[in-house]
């Protein structure tokens, strides 16, 4: 039986759907979920391009880091950012197409929590940090979440 199968199991299977469904839906938007992590960075006011790598980096594969600045060139060929006196800044264009995302993005964490009320989501959150906690993690362990980070 499917319930019969360990936690680490339905980790890895939610978090996977989770991703499959925040690429797809990025991919349709024409960015990468990085992209929109530097886009919501960016929202909060300029940053240099250091600042937009060292702010990612946690997140994803040593290997992604070096690909940050085509990523930054892609957002700055589509109009949505541009650089101002070696900061980046999004454009009211960047603008309009981050609140598209976010719309976007809303609708998938919806749909994630379809059938679960306020009270078993929190409870939820609330396991998944025990359990981490009882793995040795620490509130100091955290790195900060990227705005916008998935659900």
Not at 95 to 124: K, P, Q
Request: proline residues 5%; without cysteine; charged residues 30%.
């Amino acid at each position: 039986m499917a319930d019969e199968r360990p936690i680490g199991y339905w980790l890895k299977l939610v978090d996977q759907l989770v991703d499959d469904q925040f690429g797809a839906s990025f991919e349709e938007h024409g960015v990468t979920r990085r992209q929109w992590q530097m886009m919501n960075m960016l929202e909060r006011g300029p940053a240099t391009e250091k600042q937009l790598v060292d702010g990612l980096r946690p997140f994803f594969p040593a290997a992604e880091v070096g690909t940050s600045v085509e990523l930054i060139d892609e957002l700055r060929e589509s109009g949505w950012l541009e650089r101002s006196e070696e900061r980046y800044v999004l454009t009211g264009l960047g603008r309009r197409a981050l609140e598209n995302l976010r719309e976007a993005v809303e609708r998938i964490r919806s749909g994630l929590a379809v059938g679960i009320s306020d009270d078993e989501y929190r409870t939820l959150i609330d396991l998944l940090q025990r359990m981490a906690r009882n793995l040795g993690w620490t509130d100091t362990d955290e790195a900060p979440e990227p705005p916008g980070a998935t659900a």
